[in-house]
């Protein structure tokens, strides 16, 4: 008998039966083994996506909220952003929150006057 997919000769008794079809020791595990797909596009994407999408999904609300007021009024001063997002948040909470925001190049600190201003980036 021969290997329906290889062509192979197969010993009798040693064929393996895939639907139907009559499978040498080899074919028979290359036909039962999970699909190995190799898409180095399909990789790029979900990284591209993950990259354009990801800052989003990282923000706490704190640091939405920030970012928002940011861009609604403008660039101010820490003490100025904490006084309008109120609630229980002190300034050096705000101050950490505001460095993710900078490493993410959402927003940065500008000098005017030796005062301090955050801004979106
Ligand atoms: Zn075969």
Request: charged share 35%.
């Amino acid at each position: 008998m021969k290997c329906d997919r290889c062509s192979e000769l197969i010993a009798p008794g040693d064929e393996r039966d895939h639907f139907g079809q009559n499978l040498c020791e080899d074919c028979y595990i290359d036909a039962i083994s999970p699909i190995k797909t190799c898409d180095p596009w399909a990789v790029h994407s979900a990284k591209n996506f993950e990259k354009h999408s990801g800052d989003e999904r990282m923000l706490t609300s704190l640091q939405s909220e920030m970012l928002r007021i940011l861009k609604e009024d403008g660039p101010m001063e820490p003490t100025a952003l904490l006084e309008k997002i109120g609630g229980d948040i002190g300034l050096k909470d705000l101050e950490r929150e505001f460095a993710t925001l900078r490493h993410m190049e959402k927003a940065r600190g500008e000098k005017q006057d030796q005062k301090v201003f955050w801004r979106l980036w």
